[in-house]
């Protein structure tokens, strides 16, 4: 059973940014991929961003230009900046992992709130 837990999430003014953090308690690396989900308010589940084991992104257009996903293999952890945020980005957040030896895992959800 793999853990990801996500932290960052917050209240944040639009035009602000946060930095959410995904930690893995399974090493994360070649044979792995990353992304980030979110869910809104009366909404589906989207995918945000994500990230391959060697290293391409790709992200929804919603978000494109302000956020950004990167991975940090040696502290199994997987990022998400998100800058010029905007009240329509207030959403629960989900770290999302799949690799190849252990399946597929998603985290417990962060909240971000963009209001003024």
């Known amino acids: 059973q793999v853990q990801l837990v996500e932290s960052g999430g917050g209240l944040v003014q639009p035009g602000g940014s946060l930095r959410l953090s995904c930690a893995a308690s399974e090493n994360i690396g070649s044979g792995n991929t990353m992304a980030w989900y979110r869910r809104a308010p009366g909404r589906q589940r989207e995918l945000v961003a994500v990230i391959t084991g060697g290293g391409s992104t790709n992200y929804a257009d919603s978000v494109k230009g302000r956020f950004t996903i990167s991975r940090d293999n040696a502290k199994n952890t997987v990022y998400l900046q998100m800058n010029s945020l905007k009240p329509e980005d207030t959403a629960v957040y989900y770290c999302?992992?799949?690799?190849?030896?252990?399946?597929?895992?998603w985290g417990q959800g962060t909240q971000v709130t963009v209001s003024s």
């Open positions: 999302y992992g799949a690799w190849t030896i252990f399946g597929a895992y």
